[in-house]
């Protein structure tokens, strides 16, 4: 098949699995989860058979695979929309393609398939647990999700969204592709609505991803006037860009290329949650923990960063702009690393975390490190997926403890109450400790660590200091907590009843954390810097020259440098140490030491923004919208319209219609009818040759005036 | 030859007695056969004139045919009337026959 034609093709199959789950085959859980999985295994085989063949094309940055139509009729002019893949694509189509494919096989387990229906769940809820009957004495065993069907459908769409986004070679598709995820987001965070914390955490995502949509939407509505283009090889030809230079905005001095950067930037800043639009990422959390990783980890935010990854030829365009993306990235590195170190839930931690992580990725942009944020973006989504499918499984393996002992006040997701699980789980255990050590920069094994020093080395080697240090600390509070999270989880004795009695998950959530612990340890090795000391050579740096060929000034090698490499060594192995040490022998809260309320409290971001936003938002909307303007000004009128136009109609009636029309016209000429009948109807004698006479008579009294009036 | 005059003499006198005893007699059957006299006397007419006419042209015959042709139809429905009005009320006289009076 040719090349063009299976990138169309590459998102269709999710897309047409969820139609077909909702259309046909929701009532058969079995049947709705094989044709999800088998449209997500078909995208799968497309996208690797794409990414094989890119690799084999010489400059592919130069001459990408590219088709388009023309779609809209904008005057004289067509709106084109298309697939293009070049190596930004390419890169980004493959761990795409792989984290849904092992996402979608995760849920089979996650979901408990194969498990018997639950004593007494409901749609909407999370599934109880069934009893069973087994050699003549009771068990509580996990049971199937009641809405196991509608899950995959959405999660169908949802890679349908990501893929289309992935491969649209112009902003409005991808645009496209940005909202129907976000939809999908709201839909899956919400997907337990019986859950009043689940229904708040979905329209709280939206919301929040809202605002910035509606700055990106600007930004491309401006673009597109600017240009008349909404395609990116058009757009970055050197002519364009020149013009999107030096067009003035009006905004700050602003010139146009940094007002629509910008704009863009604002949209990622809401859907790869970075400060000050993170407040919803945690609280989705709140949704199954497939999307958790699915999502909020490995696609839809990694999605957000992708666009600016795609638009940097216009951002990079202003300072300014890239000061603004540094900064808000550095600090929010930063800032959601120290949350992460005093949060209890296990999935919460790993929510800042890759709030933190994304905020490495937009500094590096910022910084103008192209191929380090792709690197990172790759490696994170990778690593990220698979820690949260791990505490998926952790969390799974709580649950089954929690069905044991039959106490449903203990929280299947506080660290607190776990504890010793190494050896209850030990897939989970040591993919976990992969995932965890990568995310935390683990030296020379993990993936983590050349993605995370290529970032520290630009940001040294590019003369940004301050940048460079937030990051540094940012990344040793990462190994510090993610140590802190591996502790309290799998090392040490069980603290819980629950904790003893867990056990390994199934194969369908054990074999997709293998597969992606590979990918977290290798995927670093195709990007290891050139000159770095042993190591460098022996493979080559095929990702930065395969990925910088996207741009069309290749980025060049960075010379080496020890203080970087040193820093990134210490703060990840001294990171990961302290965290050790401080929480080997930590067995409650009130024994740990940053259980600060500042920290635990998020820096108390959702109060002040219900203060400062949401609550004179509720008040105007009450008071002034609608008591004032909606029943005042707006019923006022419309029930003004109900007495005036019954006084019109009375008017009508009593001085029109009674008199003239019934009076004079209706009733006045049945009178003159009956009085007319009545002075005729002597004549109506009934006998024939009366009436001849009278026919007669009248034809000759006719005759004779006819005769003498006219002829004569 | 007769003279057209005299035809149309003839026709007037014979549709005046038609209209008279359509207009005096008191039979119901008499009335019909007043009736008959008039259409005749206008069949007359018809021949009259199509002979002291164009004489290919045959429409005043034609027309003469079709006058039969009604009458005769005319006649039966007529007839029939009357017998029925007879059977129910026992008289054929038209002046007895007044139900459709006010």
């Known amino acids: ?712 | 030859m007769v003279p057209l005059s005299w035809y149309l003499i003839f026709s007037a006198a014979l549709f005046s007695i038609g209209l008279f005893g359509v207009l005096s007699r008191r039979n119901a059957v008499a009335i019909l056969l007043g009736i008959e006299l008039m259409l005749n006397a206008v069949n007359v007419n018809l021949a009259a004139f199509w002979r002291y006419g164009d004489v290919a042209d045959i429409a005043g015959q034609v027309f003469a045919i079709i006058v039969f042709a009604v009458a005769a139809a005319e006649v039966s429905v007529g007839l029939a009337l009357v017998i029925s009005v007879y059977r129910r009320r026992n008289t054929v006289i038209a002046d007895e026959i007044d139900l459709m009076k006010w």
């Open chain 1, 1 to 712: 098949m040719r090349t063009e034609l299976l990138i169309w093709l590459i998102p269709l199959p999710p897309v047409l699995a969820f139609f077909l789950i909702v259309i046909f085959t929701n009532k058969s859980k079995a049947l709705s989860h094989t044709i999800a999985v088998g449209g997500a295994l078909l995208s799968w085989l497309g996208s690797m058979i794409v990414f094989v063949r890119a690799l084999g094309v010489e400059h592919l940055g130069e001459h990408p695979f590219e088709s388009s139509i023309p779609w809209l009729p904008t005057g004289d002019t067509w709106f084109r929309i298309g697939v293009l893949v070049d190596p930004l694509t390419a890169v980004t189509l493959f761990f795409v393609a792989w984290t849904v494919l092992m996402i979608f096989l995760y849920s089979v387990g996650y979901h408990n398939f194969g498990q018997p229906a639950g004593d007494h769940d409901h749609a909407g809820l999370p599934p109880h647990g069934a009893t069973v009957d087994e050699h003549g004495h009771k068990h509580v065993v996990p049971s199937i999700e009641p809405m196991y069907s509608r899950f995959f459908a959405f999660i169908g769409l949802f890679a349908f969204g990501m893929f289309t986004l992935v491969v649209s070679d112009n902003l409005l598709t991808l645009f496209v592709g940005w909202e129907i995820m976000g939809l999908c987001s709201y839909l899956l965070i919400g997907f337990w609505y019986g859950k009043p914390s689940a229904r708040d955490a979905a329209v709280k995502a939206f919301m929040t991803t809202r605002i910035g949509d509606v700055f990106m939407l600007l930004g491309i509505a401006y673009l597109y006037s600017v240009t008349g283009t909404l395609t990116f090889r058009e757009i970055f030809n050197e002519e364009i860009l020149h013009t999107l230079q030096s067009v003035p905005s009006g905004v700050l001095n602003f010139s146009a290329a940094g007002l629509i950067g910008l704009l863009l930037f604002i949209g990622t800043v809401g859907k790869s949650a970075q400060f000050p639009l993170h407040v919803w990422l945690p609280d989705a959390m709140e949704g199954p923990t497939p999307v958790s990783a699915m999502i909020h980890a490995a696609t839809m935010v990694s999605a957000g960063v992708y666009a600016v990854i795609r638009m940097f030829p216009i951002i990079s365009l202003d300072e300014r702009t890239m000061a603004v993306v540094a900064f808000i990235g550095a600090f929010t590195a930063l800032f959601a690393a120290t949350i992460a170190v005093a949060q209890n839930d296990i999935k919460r931690v790993l929510a800042y975390s890759t709030i933190s992580q994304l905020g490495f990725m937009i500094a590096a942009l910022g910084i103008g490190a192209y191929v380090a944020a792709v690197f990172h973006l790759i490696t994170h989504a990778f690593f990220k997926a698979l820690l949260f499918l791990g505490s998926g499984s952790v969390i799974h393996g709580m649950e089954h403890g929690v069905l044991h002992t039959g106490d449903h006040k203990v929280d299947p997701q506080d660290m607190f109450n776990m504890g010793g699980l190494k050896s209850k789980m030990p897939i989970t255990f040591w993919t976990f400790l992969i995932g965890g050590f990568a995310l935390s920069g683990f030296p020379l094994i993990t993936a983590g660590f050349w993605s995370k020093d290529e970032i520290l080395a630009d940001a040294f080697g590019h003369g940004h200091p301050l940048i460079f240090a937030t990051l540094a600390i940012a990344a040793f509070m990462t190994a510090f907590y993610t140590m802190r999270q591996i502790t309290l989880t799998f090392l040490g004795e069980p603290r819980t009843k629950e904790a003893e009695h867990a056990h390994e998950t199934p194969w369908t959530m054990t074999t997709p954390l293998v597969i992606l612990s590979f990918f977290a340890v290798t995927y670093g090795w195709v990007g290891i810097p050139e000159h770095f000391p042993l190591l460098g050579g022996l493979v080559p740096n095929w990702l930065h020259e395969f990925v910088g060929g996207t741009l069309a000034e290749h980025p060049e090698t960075l010379e080496f440098n020890w203080i970087p490499l040193l820093t990134s060594l210490i703060v990840a192995l001294g990171g990961l140490t302290l965290g050790y040490i401080v929480y080997r022998d930590v067995n409650s809260p009130a024994e740990d030491k940053l259980q600060i309320g500042f920290l635990k409290n998020k820096y108390y971001f959702d109060e002040i923004y219900a203060v400062v936003f949401i609550k004179p938002i509720t008040w105007f909307a009450e008071n002034i919208v609608y008591k004032f303007l909606d029943q005042g000004v707006i019923d006022g009128i419309l029930h003004l319209f109900g007495p005036a136009t019954q006084g019109l109609g009375d008017t009508v009636r009593n001085y029109f219609d009674l008199p003239v029309i019934n009076r004079f016209f209706g009733d006045g000429s049945a009178d003159v009818t009956y009085w007319f009948g009545g002075k005729l109807r002597a004549i109506q004698t009934g006998r024939i040759q009366q009436y001849f006479t009278l026919a007669l008579i009248v034809f000759i009294a006719l005759g004779a005036a006819l005769y003498f009036l006219v002829l004569a």
